[in-house]
């Protein structure tokens, strides 16, 4: 049997403590350190819980700011990348009196393995660094693949970072079925999932505005740099909104290339994508790889450029758009029905988003300017120069589809890889299934 730590998790603040509460029933001891304001409002059970802020001290952990920021800290880099200012001294001394006391808790608790969600927030980082100084196993969390019945659940990391095999000969071994695959890629196998209501979201935009409240009134540290309360608002107002939203009407080009976006300032984009740092840098290079393609092929490929829902309420792109507004070749849609828009694309060009896999799942083509987990020859098109993505696009359209393999790959990613569960809304079955797994990988 195994000590289990989780923290913090991610808006479904019960998700950890359903999975605590599932792994003590097999035997387990499980812990949760809690770090919000918000978090207070949620019941820990039988589940053995303290709030950081009133536990942190004045010590800190030995350990040099260099260190700190050489981590890959969601925060550092935001600070530096996108709002172009110096992490201050004040923030790394909170990064290790909290270090300090995460640390001691480790110890005294004996803790085996260490649950976090995402693995880039400061807390998760300051974390892992003590985890992999002491030897623990860490787990790592994230929203699911074939959402919203899929969990993450993995013993090195999300997205690149991933276990998943990229010897394409590992997946000649998966024996699949077609049937079960026809029925059950985005839907679950376990009818219970299907009566699970819709995600609070007047619930989770709550929770949030009283820990940026504990913020504000100094009752913990300011978690989150890249989002104030007035930024939270619009987003969930936002949310609300598109979910009501029509489709764009438009007509789609005769032949055409999918573009993507991917939220700006993502993790994917900070960590995964060495060769391209925004959106604006991808689609520039795209359409200079169109054009020339175009030209040397006798060819009229059109763009069609879909924004990410989640970065419409803080980025409308404005200067983007206004670039390319006389250019005939490049649609911009905001919704879109994405199965048809796939389906009848040339190919999708992404750099490492989930819609890709979406593409896979329809055998179609993909090209990706980064790094993905699903960069497996024989299922995507993995561009290593970006200055030469018309050879890359070439290539691909020339080259027969291997259905075989994607639909291996795609298999194996969703049955095997994937934990079956919502991790958006409580309830027990999921928390179920993801204690089994973390019983299988410890």
């Known amino acids: 049997m195994a000590n289990y730590l989780f923290l913090r998790g991610n808006r479904n603040k019960k998700f950890f403590t359903n999975v605590a509460k599932e792994l003590n029933k097999l035997g387990h001891q499980s812990y949760l350190i809690k770090f919000e304001l918000g978090d207070l409002l949620l019941k820990s059970g039988e589940i053995q819980s303290v709030f950081a802020p009133f536990k942190v001290n004045k010590n800190e952990y030995a350990i040099s700011n260099e260190a700190l920021l050489g981590m890959e800290i969601y925060n550092v880099t935001y600070t530096e990348r996108i709002l172009h200012k110096k992490v201050s001294s004040k923030t790394l001394s909170i990064y290790k009196r909290y270090m300090y006391f995460i640390d001691q808790y480790i110890d005294e608790n004996k803790i085996d393995v260490i649950c976090l969600f995402n693995g880039y927030h400061w807390i998760d980082q300051i974390t892992k660094y003590l985890a992999d100084k002491k030897g623990l196993r ?39 079925d077609q049937n079960r695959l026809n029925s059950f890629l985005y839907k679950p196998e376990h009818p219970l999932f299907l009566k699970s209501k819709k995600e609070n979201l007047f ?55 999918f573009v993507p976006f991917q939220v700006s300032r993502d993790t994917q984009i ?137 639909k291996k790959f795609i298999y194996y990613l969703r049955f095997s890889y994937q934990v079956e569960g919502t991790i958006s809304i409580p309830n027990e079955q999921t928390a179920k299934n993801v204690a089994q797994r973390l019983n299988q990988l410890i």
């Open 138 to 176: 860490v787990v790592y969390f994230e929203d699911g693949l074939f959402r919203p019945y899929t969990v993450t659940c993995d013993p090195t990391g999300i997205n690149a970072a991933s276990s998943i095999s990229r010897d394409p000969h590992f997946y000649e071994a998966v024996n699949f």
């Open 203 to 257: 619930k989770v935009a709550l929770v949030k505005s009283l820990s940026m409240f504990g913020a504000l009134i100094g009752l913990h540290p300011n978690y989150y740099v890249h989002i104030n309360l007035w930024q939270a608002i619009k987003y969930f107002i936002f949310k609300i909104m598109f979910s009501r939203r029509k489709n764009d009407v438009f007509t789609l080009p005769e032949e055409y290339v």
């Open 270 to 406: 900070f960590y995964n994508s060495p060769r391209i740092k925004n959106m604006e840098e991808f689609l520039d290079y795209v359409y200079q790889a169109v054009v020339r393609f175009n030209k040397e092929n006798n060819r009229n490929l059109k763009l069609i450029v879909k924004e990410h829902p989640e970065d419409m309420s803080r980025n409308n792109y404005k200067d983007l758009k206004n670039r390319y507004k006389e250019i005939n070749d490049v649609l911009f849609v905001e919704k879109c029905n994405m199965k048809k828009v796939i389906e009848n694309a040339e190919a999708v060009i992404t750099i490492n988003s989930t819609v890709g896999i979406e593409a896979l799942t329809k055998n179609q083509r993909v090209l990706t300017l980064g790094e993905a987990l699903y960069n497996i020859e024989g299922v995507v098109h993995a561009v290593k120069n970006p200055n030469k993505l018309h050879e890359d696009l070439k290539m691909a359209l020339s080259t027969p589809i291997n259905t075989e393999r994607i």
